[in-house]
């Protein structure tokens, strides 16, 4: 009876540990199969510990120059995301005008979209407009696509503010430049900051928009796709670990921080 009652008592932490654990699970086999020396083309079957993938993670040919590509279109749609997505939060927030009720729900659209119904849209655009495809096209819509989920943080964020602060600094002869940059903008932070961040993951992993609008350009998501057809390579292992554990420690970092702004709050 002892072990029913401490089960019952901790069921929802035993329901989170186990929900974690299958949601981390890929993580932890590719991170195994980054180890691993196939004897064939394809990485799919433990055969012998090595790290030849990690001492060269560029081995594979073409590999790199698709993960910088990547890399460079995840930071400039994050950008341009995270300024256009927080200027579109605050003005839905702080401002009253006309069809801001039907702009509230055309922001939702992209999310609620299916991916290729959007991909093939962007591309009829781009193809009525003779625009040629490659890394403008990708980067506009990824911009586009990661719109929406920038402006859902962010207004979040800025819902729950409490205008009182604002005010209380413009009591103390603060302008409107300096208010925004002293108060609005730090508390905002943590909203922009997980946009930006949920903005840049999704850039970065996009295959279907960008396989619909890159031409012959060749990002990492299209790369592995490609590359499973003939061979899976350790490389992507690697490339896939390495990303996991910086975006590990880019959580616990954060966490860090606000633990001590906390303590020193108090």
């Known amino acids: 009876m002892a072990l029913v009652r401490w089960f019952r008592r901790n069921l929802v932490v035993i329901a989170g540990l186990l929900t974690l654990a299958y949601l981390l699970l890929p993580n932890v086999i590719v991170t195994v199969f980054s180890f691993n020396k196939p004897k064939g083309r394809f990485n799919y079957a433990w055969q012998e510990f090595s790290l030849d993938a990690w001492k060269n993670p560029c081995g594979v040919a073409d590999m790199c120059g698709s993960l910088s590509l990547s890399l460079q279109i995840a930071a400039w749609a994050t950008l341009g995301a995270t300024v256009l997505g927080t200027m579109i939060a605050f003005a839905l927030v702080r401002y ?35 625009a040629q495809l490659g890394f403008w096209t990708i980067l506009i819509a990824h911009i586009m696509f990661c719109l929406s989920f920038v402006v859902t943080a962010v207004k ?44 840049f993951a999704l850039s970065f992993d996009d295959f279907i928009i960008t396989n ?55």
């Open 96 to 130: 009253r005008f006309r069809a801001r009720g039907a702009v509230n729900s055309l922001i939702f659209l992209p999310m609620a979209m299916p991916e290729v119904v959007m991909a093939a849209s962007l591309l009829t655009l781009f193809l009525n407009m003779g």
């Open 156 to 199: 979040a964020r800025v819902m729950s503010m409490d205008p009182r602060l604002e005010q209380a600094a413009q009591d103390l002869y603060a302008g409107p430049v300096q208010t925004f940059v002293r108060v609005t903008l730090p508390i905002a932070a943590p909203g922009i900051a997980a946009g930006a961040l949920l903005a």
């Open 212 to 266: 619909f609008n890159a031409g012959s350009t060749v990002t990492f998501p299209m790369f592995v796709w490609g590359s499973a057809q003939r061979g899976t390579p350790v490389q992507i292992n690697v490339i896939g670990t390495a990303m996991f554990l910086v975006a590990v420690l880019l959580v616990v970092g954060g966490m860090l921080i606000s633990r001590r702004r906390n303590k020193q709050a108090q």
